[in-house]
């Protein structure tokens, strides 16, 4: 098969690798379309690079059933399914709370396994017992279901951070997961503040609703936060970024009883807090990590009835031969979303 294949830190290369073959209970996908997230970049550039290699990223994957191993049932060839990509054990004290994503032995496809940058993908035992492969309704394309990976993650910071309706919420950051934050934060009836340093993203927000949008580069994100909220703050601030300086800077803008999410994986650092203000201000600061088989399940129903449009986000399509470009695209953030189609 063809394949997108990782030798080292940036050091991606389009070719032929062995076509996977299903185990006992496990499936094999024929890939249709793979999102590109930006955890496979920084992956790629060198950020979490498992130390097998050579390997394959991606892990939003859409497409058919290619072949089911021995055990397997509930799935034809030819089968239409969106996949949950975290091979989780389903017995741990986290899994049996639900809490999937904190699995103490999970791996999953780009980390441990070959992920979906590849005309096939094969689908280890765990992600097929959890309930993880997942069929596909008849009228949702493959382009739209590909959304449903990246949504769960936003779905599972929402529940982390108790959004209801009326709720005033932050969201820093209108990159491709500040996007989904700001949609999943519509869905559940929240009036939404979106920053960001770059315009255009950000005329992107407001036409996907934002209720404000702010160039915290241009305005003082605190006085235009503390203006709209009537001097409280915003009720969650997600933070959808990885920069250790904003975190620090921008927690401070949450509401008393609030919720502060730190939602873009950060570099290992320190930021400074003072306790008072958890302690008498009754603050909850947390972190969502991807999300569970349920949320997954979730989003792909609230895509496929329209609860939320994802096709807005979708901004480059690329095939396996013009990946490189998609990398370099990727990196330069010069996409809003970027899938891959094979076939
Ligand atoms: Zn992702
Ligand atoms: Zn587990």
Same mark, same amino acid.
């Given at each position: 098969?063809?394949?997108?294949?990782?030798?080292?830190?940036?050091?991606?290369?389009?070719?032929?690798?062995?076509?996977?073959?299903?185990?006992?209970?496990?499936?094999?996908?024929?890939?249709?379309?793979?999102?590109?997230?930006?955890?496979?970049?920084?992956?790629?550039?060198?950020?979490?690079?498992?130390?097998?290699?050579?390997?394959?990223?991606?892990?939003?994957?859409?497409?058919?059933?290619?072949?089911?191993?021995?055990?397997?049932?509930?799935?034809?060839?030819?089968?239409?399914?969106?996949?949950?990509?975290?091979?989780?054990?389903?017995?741990?004290?986290?899994?049996?709370?639900?809490?999937?994503?904190?699995?103490?032995?999970?791996?999953?496809?780009?980390?441990?396994?070959?992920?979906?940058?590849?005309?096939?993908?094969?689908?280890?035992?765990?992600?097929?017992?959890?309930?993880?492969?997942?069929?596909?309704?008849?009228?949702?394309?493959?382009?739209?279901?590909?959304?449903?990976?990246?949504?769960?993650?936003?779905?599972?910071?929402?529940?982390?951070?108790?959004?209801?309706?009326?709720?005033?919420?932050?969201?820093?950051?209108?990159?491709?997961?500040?996007?989904?934050?700001?949609?999943?934060?519509?869905?559940?009836?929240?009036?939404?503040?979106?920053?960001?340093?770059?315009?255009?993203?950000?005329? &992107?927000?407001?036409?996907?609703?934002? +209720?404000?949008?702010?160039?915290?580069? @241009? *305005?003082?994100?605190?006085? /235009?936060?503390? %203006?709209?909220?009537?001097?409280?703050?915003?009720?969650?601030?997600?933070?959808?970024?990885?920069?250790?300086?904003?975190?620090?800077?921008?927690?401070?803008?949450?509401?008393?009883?609030?919720?502060?999410?730190?939602?873009?994986?950060?570099?290992?650092?320190?930021?400074?807090?003072?306790?008072?203000?958890?302690?008498?201000?009754?603050?909850?600061?947390?972190?969502?990590?991807?999300?569970?088989?349920?949320?997954?399940?979730?989003?792909?129903?609230?895509?496929?009835?329209?609860?939320?449009?994802?096709?807005?986000? &979708?901004?480059?399509?690329?095939?396996? +031969?013009?990946?490189?470009?998609?990398? @370099? *695209?990727?990196?330069?953030? /010069?996409?809003? %979303?970027?899938?891959?189609?094979?076939?």
């Amino acid at each position: 098969m063809k394949a997108a294949v990782v030798h080292g830190v940036n050091d991606i290369r389009i070719e032929e690798y062995p076509t996977p073959k299903a185990g006992a209970g496990e499936v094999v996908v024929k890939t249709h379309v793979a999102g590109i997230c930006a955890t496979d970049i920084k992956t790629l550039l060198g950020l979490g690079l498992p130390k097998d290699l050579p390997t394959i990223l991606g892990h939003e994957v859409v497409g058919e059933i290619a072949e089911t191993g021995e055990g397997v049932s509930g799935f034809a060839v030819g089968d239409r399914v969106g996949v949950y990509p975290i091979a989780v054990c389903g017995k741990c004290r986290y899994c049996r709370q639900g809490r999937h994503n904190l699995c103490e032995a999970e791996f999953g496809l780009g980390h441990g396994i070959e992920g979906g940058f590849a005309e096939y993908v094969r689908l280890p035992r765990e992600i097929v017992d959890i309930g993880g492969v997942v069929r596909l309704a008849e009228d949702l394309s493959f382009e739209d279901a590909v959304f449903a990976e990246p949504l769960s993650c936003t779905l599972a910071a929402a529940r982390s951070c108790r959004l209801k309706k009326d709720d005033q919420v932050l969201i820093i950051g209108a990159g491709p997961m500040g996007l989904m934050h700001l949609k999943t934060a519509k869905y559940h009836g929240c009036e939404v503040m979106i920053a960001d340093l770059i315009d255009k993203r950000l005329e &992107l927000a407001g036409k996907m609703g934002a +209720d404000h949008v702010i160039n915290s580069g @241009e *305005k003082n994100l605190h006085d /235009e936060v503390m %203006r709209i909220t009537a001097g409280r703050g915003a009720d969650a601030v997600i933070i959808s970024l990885g920069i250790p300086q904003v975190i620090e800077d921008n927690m401070k803008l949450t509401a008393k009883g609030g919720v502060c999410n730190i939602f873009g994986g950060p570099p290992p650092s320190e930021i400074k807090l003072d306790p008072r203000w958890l302690h008498y201000l009754e603050i909850t600061l947390t972190g969502t990590f991807a999300s569970t088989p349920a949320d997954f399940r979730e989003c792909l129903e609230l895509i496929h009835n329209k609860s939320i449009i994802v096709s807005d986000l &979708l901004s480059h399509t690329f095939t396996v +031969d013009s990946f490189l470009d998609a990398v @370099e *695209k990727a990196k330069n953030q /010069e996409m809003v %979303r970027g899938i891959v189609t094979f076939t």
